[in-house]
């Protein structure tokens, strides 16, 4: 059998001998603050960068920053034997800001608790990135017969708007038979998740201009348009708040119903209602039942307000009819749900209902659906199986990252997702921490995935 | 016949003379930016105050500041004879904020073009308050057998919360036989205006906390309330924005309809749908009948929403679900509306529609409704048609003057508008201005009023 010639005998010491360059290396990376959101950063963000290609280039790669209209993509290769499958790793190097008065430290101030690393990006994403890094170069040493290709994005948490432009310009050196990502969110520490879909985004704003200035609510009200009032009415329209349910007619024609199967594995993520609630500080939920939940996170679009803009809102009650208001907008969108469509769908409600209403594109990002079976999906079962002990449950994320699509339809391979972040790790939250014990049980996950997928495509 | 006896002939004469002096003491007054709404303000409010009582003063009457627990209420008597029937005058001399771009000149320094006063205040209600005091000086110089007091408030812009302390303290003092208010707006230059009625207001705020912290809308959004969401599906339970109509049970119950012979009076007023969108730069109005349009400003309630608090504003669309928001709520209430019984039904109505959401109550005027026929009507008709050369038109006003309703309640006698500000005039706006031909034909109107209620209450 193949897979004994795979050296994985030397892999635990390997793992506990690399923990401290680990912790440098995660050290210097997060204490540079490269917010991709904020324009002053931006000297952070080619720093890091910087730093990024060193990496790559002490494990022998060639790297280099691609630049592109926004920020740099971090570009490494790792060319063993041009007969050998290709595997691209994907991760980002770019961090959520870190505003919240809740941080008991600074966020950018690499901090260590025994097993704990603190610090903004710690988990999302510098620590799963480097955790892969470590396991390329154990098996490049090792002889496990893959290339490897690097994307390390700097503006994930932006949406990815450049990340196709460098796709595009590179077109032919970021070929690959198969993209690892390592991005996502287990449901519970006890249970290793493998997502195999990601919800996808778009967002407008609804803009009613009834006026040129505030008007007095005695003098004129009663006959004066409210925007505001009238846009709470629209947004009645198009959707139950209460239960979530969008009523814009069209608007789940393309969904891809989750499978009864599909139910089955997310609740087999060890997942609950409970812990969830408590992890982002509900006061109650819209649903009780775990499948519900589940399923509304996972496999069903959404409709969000997310502000209103324009009136008055300072203390007490100011009675002014403002002139203007904004609502700004977003909708998840499931497979096989289609972005542009469901934006001429908006588009065309909002016109039947409130003419007088101007709806603006914002952004949009389209919803990925991959495989939880097949090869490549076995071969990521079969790693953390190996590297922690538990059969994985295939889950889908709720949040989009925009480059996976672009991923998608460029490369035409099987991506894969093999996140290592946990609840309690504070993704885009205060105290973000990543572990060792995520860490060292990721470096073996990756190298076990790298022996299995060697395998394939030969 | 007693009128005769009333000497009106000198007026004109009186009129020309003291132009110097009110011009002189409008700019002094109006210098003084006593605006309510800025507690940073205070000393401007003390020495408008002042300023004020000097003015009294020096024309023979009493004057004191009398203190409340907010802004003083300058209190002025002059007390020819106790057998003559007494006027009480109220205006005010608080005024509203000037922070507006659209200011041409410096707010607070007094402009004089030709026959136009310029500056905040001048005709809201600084000039209107001068215009009477000149007035009283001339029946009292001339024997009109009258007593007459003066109620000048410093809070009427902020809904006058301690004029019903000051009429407590001074419940002896400001005994009358009638009130005379002149802080009111005419439809049309061209056509004078006598509101007998006023809106009434409750303001009140709708909250809902639905979690403690942001939410990421990928990864909660579905299962996530969200609660501005809630708030404008609970806002369209309320009323239909785009009619004005209100859909909580009850809530027009205690409404008393305008009677058809009220509607041609306010059709009377010299109203046009396309000046008042010009007036206040609107783009549409809810009705285009002006029929429709004067009954929704001045004889029927509203539900305004003048702001939503919570979520985020800055540019663009950031797709996080807030912890909480807030929506700033008033309806304008007409007589018999009561606002206790308003609020009792809201807060029942928003129970039954969303039990989560928390109703608190922010600000209470009672409506007020006076008579437009009977011997104090009529004696404000023939002293507008004495002074103006027309005939006025009886209207309601679709603002509230907290004061008014409780010099009815406290004093249970007749109160007279005879208001002297034009639609041009920019009352609460912009460059707001006053002129000669509405002081002088306004000294003229008192003077004759004055005649005129000498005659009643002997």
Chains 1, 2 share one sequence.
Not at 142 to 147: E, K, R
Not at 181 to 203: C, F, N, Q
Not at 361 to 376: I, M, N, Q, S, V
Request: glycine content about 8%.
């Amino acid at each position: 059998m193949e897979k004994s010639s795979i050296p994985l005998k030397g892999l635990d010491a390997y793992v506990r001998s690399v923990r401290r360059e680990f912790e440098e290396k995660l050290a210097e990376l997060v204490e540079i603050p490269t917010i991709s959101m904020d324009p002053d950063r931006q000297p952070d963000i080619e720093r890091g960068a910087d730093l990024a290609v060193e990496y790559l280039k002490a494990i022998g790669a060639q790297a280099e920053k691609v630049q592109t209209s926004g920020n740099p993509v971090v570009f490494g290769q790792l060319i063993v034997d041009r007969r050998y499958p290709t595997v691209a790793i994907y991760n980002h190097l770019d961090v959520q800001p870190a505003n919240e008065p809740e941080w008991v430290r600074e966020p950018f101030t690499f901090f260590k608790h025994d097993d704990r690393y603190e610090g903004r990006g710690t988990t999302d994403d510098k620590g799963p990135a480097l955790t892969a890094l470590m396991a390329v170069r154990y098996a490049v040493d090792n002889g496990i017969p893959l290339n490897f290709k690097f994307f390390w994005e700097m503006e994930e948490e932006i949406g990815s708007p450049h990340f196709e432009q460098f796709m595009k310009k590179k077109r032919r050196e970021v070929k690959t038979d198969s993209v690892l990502v390592s991005d996502t969110i287990w449901i519970s520490r006890t249970k290793p998740a493998i997502p195999y879909g990601l919800r996808g985004l778009l967002g407008f704003t609804l803009t009613l201009e009834t006026g040129k200035k505030d008007a007095h609510s005695g003098t004129t009200g009663g006959a004066a348009r409210n925007p505001i009032g009238e846009l709470c009415q629209l947004i009645a329209q198009c959707y139950d708040a209460r239960t979530g349910r969008v009523k814009i007619p069209g608007f789940y024609r393309d969904v891809k119903r989750a499978s009864a199967e599909e139910i089955q594995n997310y609740l087999a993520s060890g997942f609950s209602v409970r812990r969830f609630m408590r992890a982002h500080e509900f006061k109650s939920l819209r649903f009780t039942d775990p499948a519900r939940v589940l399923k509304s996170i996972m496999a069903e679009p959404t409709f969000e307000v997310h502000g209103i803009v324009g009136g008055y809102v300072g203390p007490g009650v100011k009675t002014v009819i403002p002139p203007r208001a904004e609502a700004k907008i977003s909708t998840r969108l499931v497979p096989h749900q289609d972005p542009d469509k469901i934006f001429q769908l908006v588009r065309d409600f909002v016109r039947s209902k409130n003419p007088d209403v101007k709806v603006t594109h914002e952004a949009t990002l389209r919803p990925y659906l991959g495989e939880f079976t097949g090869p490549y999906a076995d071969a990521g079962r079969r790693a953390v199986t190996f590297a922690f002990g538990k059969e994985p449950a295939f889950t889908r994320e709720g949040g989009s990252i925009g480059a996976i699509v672009t991923l998608e339809e460029r490369l035409g391979v099987p991506i894969v997702f093999l996140g290592l972040s946990l609840p309690e790790h504070g993704y885009h939250a205060p105290n973000e921490n990543y572990d060792w014990g995520q860490a060292s049980g990721g470096m073996k996950m990756f190298v076990k995935y790298f022996s299995e997928i060697a395998q394939l495509n030969r």
